[in-house]
């Protein structure tokens, strides 16, 4: 189950809510740190950890400023190296998607052209080196 915008499992309130509702170890979490401040939600990995760590997963990594804009990796308010903390403290050996849509964001869609996916890509790295690189 993904926090997507625009859908039922939006918010952190209705992610645990269906998370809850659905206890079976074949389910897992997608963590979307931008999805989750596109509909308001602030501090949410400080917030949201507790209530869903456990179950994450599978992580998107992409950030997004409070205003809306998209940015890379630890420029916005979606707390990336907080969270890439809290995957290190769980012992977290899953995907990370970089999926960072800076220069086209849709629905169902994004786009970063190359430029933009080797900026996103050094922002994920410095994230990364600034956790010990693990």
């Known amino acids: 189950l993904e926090?997507?915008?625009?859908?039922?499992?939006?918010t952190l309130d209705r992610c645990?809510?269906?998370?809850?509702?659905?206890?079976?170890?074949?389910?897992?979490?997608?963590w979307d740190p931008a999805n989750f401040v596109?509909?308001?939600?602030?501090?949410?990995?400080?917030?949201?950890?507790p209530l869903l760590g456990d179950r994450v997963g599978y992580v998107?990594?992409?950030?997004?400023?409070?205003?809306?804009?998209?940015c890379a990796a630890g420029e916005g308010d979606g707390q990336v190296p907080e969270l890439?903390?809290?995957l290190r403290e769980k012992g977290?050996?899953?995907?990370?998607?970089?999926?960072?849509?800076l220069a086209l964001a849709g629905h169902s869609s994004g786009f970063s052209?190359?430029?933009?996916?080797a900026y996103a890509?050094?922002?994920l790295r410095e994230v990364l080196g600034g956790n010990g690189g693990n």
Not at 16 to 30: K, T
Not at 61 to 70: E, F, H, N, P, Q
């Open 92 to 101: 977290y050996h899953g995907f990370l998607a970089l999926e960072p849509h």
């Open 38 to 49: 596109q509909v308001g939600e602030e501090r949410v990995t400080e917030r949201g950890w």
């Open 84 to 86: 890439i903390q809290r």
């Open 3 to 10: 926090n997507e915008k625009g859908i039922v499992g939006d």
């Open 60 to 70: 998107h990594i992409k950030d997004c400023t409070m205003d809306g804009r998209l």
């Open 121 to 123: 890509a050094k922002k």
């Open 16 to 30: 645990v809510r269906l998370m809850n509702g659905l206890p079976s170890p074949a389910v897992v979490f997608l």
């Open 113 to 117: 052209g190359p430029d933009g996916m």
